[in-house]
């Protein structure tokens, strides 16, 4: 267990549906980080938030949002969904917001999203 | 921007050959370099990081040499097990600016059979 908590693990739901998926971070752990792991696409980072605050945008699409709620869990909306939407999501955390080389990064085990 | 260059995969080894996965990287300043694995069904796991120049990582018998010079961060191990088939990514983070994202190599499958 990395401490690093999402839910589902599993997901499959139909094209045009609204999903949210949900991470809790390391206790102690301020920062969260939401990526998306496609075959075509590999690891692609989505949103980062801080404290509540997003610090941090990527390759996010307009019909996915995010945010990090006071108990600071953090949850990704995925709407109008794609079939190219299915993918493994990842959540990660850490201590702080900026220079995360000598703390490092904690991985959960992943929401595997199928859209058909 | 930030990015990493992994070889391509998959690499096939037998058990207790010499691996090495070459991973270079582009990015400003001195970032911080990691490598992760991905076990079949399973997330991410740091196998191993280092967090300036000619720093060695090292665990369970992998190491990486961050070479600014180069701007490398090979992986290599001396004795590849069965139980070390798996995907792994090499990764950076920038340690200036306001962005503290991992930027992730394609990852390279390694298999490895008896």
């Known amino acids: 267990d990395s401490g690093v908590t999402q839910t589902p693990k599993h997901l499959i739901t139909a094209t045009g549906q609204r999903v949210t998926l949900r991470c809790s971070p390391r206790s102690g752990d301020l920062s969260v980080y939401w990526y998306q792991q496609s075959l075509d696409q590999g690891l692609q980072f989505l949103i980062q938030?801080?404290?509540?605050?997003?610090?941090a945008k990527g390759n996010i699409l307009e019909r996915f949002s995010a945010q990090q709620f006071p108990d600071l869990h953090s949850e990704l909306n995925l709407s109008s969904l794609e079939l190219g939407d299915s993918a493994l999501y990842f959540c990660a955390s850490s201590v702080g917001p900026l220079r995360q080389g000598r703390y490092g990064y904690t991985f959960g085990s992943g929401t595997r999203l199928t859209v058909v | 921007g930030d990015s990493v260059t992994q070889m391509e995969g998959p690499v096939t080894l037998s058990e207790e050959a010499f691996l090495t996965i070459n991973c270079t990287y582009t990015a400003t300043g001195y970032p911080s370099l990691f490598w992760y694995v991905q076990y079949p069904g399973e997330g991410l796991q740091l196998l191993l990081k280092a967090t300036k120049a000619d720093d060695k990582g090292s665990n369970k018998g992998f190491e990486a040499t961050y070479r600014k010079e180069t701007t490398s961060f090979h992986l290599e191990k001396g004795s590849v097990q069965v139980s070390d088939s798996a995907v792994y990514f090499c990764a950076l983070t920038p340690n200036t600016g306001t962005a503290s994202k991992l930027t992730f190599g394609t990852g390279t499958r390694l298999q490895v059979t008896l």
């Open positions: 938030y801080y404290n509540g605050e997003e610090r």
